[in-house]
């Protein structure tokens, strides 16, 4: 199974394998990472679930692609005031779903979910 590798604000990493087809919010809550809620299941109403991919991986997972997740992004966006450059690639990892071509893959986590 490919892996993703989750890095929490204050730098602890966690390592999880994520069956294909899967998204990398539910792989963060089965594998008991810490930092990501995913409180509305993944139904794109809760944005607390949003990590910021690494950049090397930016090209691969691509952008939002949906009004929806953008919106949602930008409602979140006054919580991430301190995540720097890293702010610029935030995605709502309940919309990336894993391919055996995101092997590998690197997010990072923001310093809060919730306001
Ligand atoms: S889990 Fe709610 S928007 Fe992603």
Redesign the pocket.
């Known amino acids: 199974m490919p892996k993703v590798t989750y890095i929490e604000h204050g730098g602890a990493s966690h390592e999880a394998e994520i069956a294909v087809g899967e998204n990398v ?1 539910r792989g963060a809550l089965y594998n008991n990472v810490p930092g990501i809620a ?12 949003r990590c910021f991919v690494d950049d090397a991986w930016v090209a691969r997972v691509g952008g939002p692609a949906t009004h929806e997740e953008r919106e ?1 992004l930008e409602a979140a966006a006054s919580l991430d005031t301190d995540e720097g450059p890293a702010r610029r690639n935030v995605r ?1 990892s ?1 919309q990336i779903s894993m391919t055996d071509d995101l092997d590998g893959l690197v997010v990072r986590l923001p310093a809060k979910q919730y306001a």
Do not use: P, V
């Open positions: 919010m995913g409180e509305c299941g993944g139904a794109l109403s809760c944005a607390t679930c949602l709502l309940c």
